[in-house]
């Protein structure tokens, strides 16, 4: 309602140009009347005839609709100039002004614009009139009356086309008025064609009356031309405009401005009040419902439609069109009416055979215009284009979207994490940090293996949408890895940060139910924070890496950087190349650590373990240059490298009267290696050493993996006759009872449990379980870790066999270790019915 009124208003603004047209009219007619010297009106009959040839030819040929009003050209110059030559001057602006008064009358235009219409004839024509007077007078109708008469006529549709421009200026604003007088070349065109045609009529009608019947053949004819060249016209801005649609939607899909540019220029192309599109929502794409309408800058996301017609042209897959023209759909007539549209054309948008929403057009321009049939392919074309650019839109927007997006759980990726960290490290906030926490999921290697991996996949994206939720809403969550995710915000510290990547990870712990089966899953987080360290994404990104990845060391920890890490992990990638070379020069040396009865304290074998004195570096200690080896593929020659050296001393100490039983550790991925057990049977035959005198130690996370992977290795290293030790026991999350279907023969009980025994009633309950468990299923038990007579004492109470620490003796190389044969009993100590009792060796 608010927006009739305002409607209303702004034509009632027409009569500021009305009236002084109106006073113009007026005043020149008084003028006229003055300054005249023959008498101002006559001729009647001859006026009469005139004014029935206006009032049959007023009809426009030309139409050019600009915003809301349509500028018509007639062809009422013809016998404007016979009229201007045999008529009074007063009697020519009342036959003219008449003529406009009845087209007007008969349009039906609303008071503003008729009044405007009669005021504008009347004031055209008297203006004329005038300066027809103060010309030289009309004799004959040679080139002098040619050039008063044509000066004539172009001053009236000049007078008429500036006040078109004024109340268009008026209504409507500048940019109105600069597309009306674009219209200026036509109009003067046309009105330039005219007064000639009107000179040769004036010519051939002052030769002979006669010549009227042949003139009025040739203006039937001429009428006929005129109709053609503004079909022609019509259908050369209709193509040109479909032209430039095509261009600029084609340019503007990228840069997001499709909307824009496909509803303004469809609305122009079909001199259309209001254009809108509508696409329903579909996947991650929301609704989209935009209108661009003549007369409001921009879009709005409103219709002026009811939206039963775009939901049945959707339903249905098929144009829906309604108005005086085009025919009406009773069920609907009244939706329409109650919103004042007088016509419409609902397009369907095709994307294949499913339709991906409407495009309509609403109410011709221009008080008189409609909607005709020839339309509706014009507007379906369009909409073809349309639908195509749209759906390639679309397609580059998920392009993009997939780019940065992983496909899995819909998270931002590395590289839209990275964007996006890059971002906020340039913008400073004091008493603020960006924090980057790192989410390592734990045993998803497992659950893909163990369960297949579309349970890995539910894992993931179940630990994706626990982040989503339990993240504050201003942090960034993405997967930056197979089985890492991050979160990045803005927090207050460190501190803070850390605090979040608790919470979080809690958040993550809790049981995850998928169907009939229940799965714990944990993660290790690392966590860094700028400006502290890092001051851009790629530093930050490597530094929370190297947090989360020593946070894997200690299950379930959170890790914040710190620069040891970093120095570390820097040095493990200098040793690459070096232990290749190491290992091409045989510079690794074999220590061997003493295995002990506890209670005879009888030697039963030594454990192989590899050193590397680094000529720059020193000492590089063992799990430094063992994760090397795996990374970098040296790990089976490093392996192989123990075992020769191992078997060889083996040899020698049997050769020596002294067998003595050797220990290797292997790492879980030579478990994976189906050419591993070949490897070791060439190895014993070539130092001829028996099968059972070698122990390959594995750890629990190696052998008890949650998969049947490392299960055929193992069966066929115990065929072999090779014995099997599970090391580390007790720091993984498997129990004695998964040792059953394991062809092992022994367990190490973890250092952690052992040192903690005389001061930790747990650790103490922990050992006493394993090793009577183990020894109801038949394995032998070996602690590590023995430093203390007190442990060996408590050791011996639960009925531990074996035991390996520095009690005994640290790692020796081969020539420590035969002088530490040679010394092994210590005279001061041995009574007469005692077992001699070996030294310590530090």
Known sequence: MARRDQRRKSTDHA?????????????????????????????????????????????????????????????????????????????????????????????????????????????????????????????????????????????????????????????????????????????????????????????????????????????????????????????????????????????????????????????????????????????????????????????????????????????????????????????????????????????????????IGTLEVANRLSDIGHFAPGDIPIFETVAAHAAVALENSRLVDRLRHDAYHDALTRLPNRRRITGALDESVKIAAPGEVVALLLFDVDGLRQVNESLGHAAGDKVLAEVA?????????????????????????????????????????????????????????????????????????????????????????????????????ESRSLRRLGLAGDLRRALDQDELEVYFQPKVTLRERRLVGVECLARWEHPTHGTVAPEDFVAVAEHTGQLSRLTEVVLREGLRRSRDWAQADHPLPVAVNLSARTLTDQHFPDRVQELLTEYGVPAQSLTLEITEAGVLDGTDRPIPTLHRLRDLGVRLSVDDFGTGDSSLAHLRRLPVHEVKVDRSFVQGMATDPGDLAIVNAVVTLSQQFGLAVVAEGVESELTLELLQDIGCEIGQGFLFSRPLPYERLAAWFGAQADPETISGSELPRLRVVP
């Open 465 to 565: 949408n626990r982040l989503r939720a339990s993240a504050p809403s201003s942090a960034l969550v993405g997967r930056v890895g197979g089985d890492e995710f991050l979160v990045t915000l803005r927090l207050e510290s460190a501190d803070a940060a850390l605090e979040l990547a608790g919470q979080l990870r809690d958040q993550i712990r809790d049981e995850m139910v998928f169907d009939a089966l229940t799965l714990d899953v944990d993660t290790a987080v690392g966590v860094a924070v700028h400006p502290d360290h890092g001051s851009d994404a790629a530093t930050l990104l490597l530094r929370v890496d190297l947090a989360a990845t020593a946070a894997k060391s200690v299950p379930g920890s959170v890790q914040l950087f710190n620069p040891a890490l």
């Open 15 to 355: 009569w500021l140009i009305t009236g002084p047209l109106a006073l113009v009219a007026i005043l020149c007619c008084t003028a006229i009347s003055v300054i005249s010297d023959r008498p101002p009106y006559g001729d009647w009959g001859l006026a009469f005839l005139i004014f029935l040839a206006m009032t049959g030819i007023s009809i426009p040929v030309l139409n050019f609709v600009v915003r809301r009003q349509s500028v018509g050209v007639t062809l009422t110059e013809i016998p404007l100039v016979v009229a201007l030559f045999f008529l009074p001057p007063l009697t020519v602006v009342l036959i003219y002004t008449l003529a406009s008064l009845i087209w007007s009358a008969s349009q039906r235009f609303p008071p503003a614009k008729f009044w405007f219409n009669v005021a504008k004839a009347a004031a055209a024509t008297s203006l004329a009139s005038l300066l027809l007077l103060q010309l030289p007078p009309l004799q004959g109708v040679g080139p002098g009356t040619w050039g008063s008469l044509f000066l004539t006529v172009n001053t009236i549709t000049l007078v008429s086309l500036v006040s078109v421009v004024g109340v268009h200026v008026l209504l409507q604003g500048w940019q109105a008025g600069r597309e009306a007088l674009r219209t200026t070349p036509s109009v003067f065109l046309t009105t330039s064609i005219n007064a000639s045609v009107g000179l040769l009529v004036l010519i051939a009608l002052e030769a002979t009356w006669w010549s009227a019947l042949l003139l009025a053949a040739l203006f039937a004819a001429l009428a006929l031309v005129y109709r053609s060249y503004a079909q022609f016209f019509r259908q050369h801005r209709t193509l040109t405009g479909m032209y430039d649609l095509a261009r600029l939607i084609t340019t503007s899909g990228a840069d997001g401005s499709l909307a824009d540019v496909l509803l303004d220029r469809v609305r122009a192309l079909m001199q259309a009040e209001s254009a809108t599109l509508w696409l329903p929502a579909q996947g991650r794409h929301p609704e989209v419902l935009l209108t661009a309408r003549v007369d409001t800058p921009g879009l709005l996301d409103v219709a002026p439609t009811p939206a039963i017609l775009r939901e049945r042209a959707r339903d249905l897959a098929k144009t829906l069109s309604m108005g005086r023209l085009l025919g009406d759909e009773s069920a609907l007539r009244g939706e329409i009416s109650a919103r004042q549209i007088k016509d419409v054309i609902v397009v369907p948008l095709r994307s294949g055979q499913a339709v």
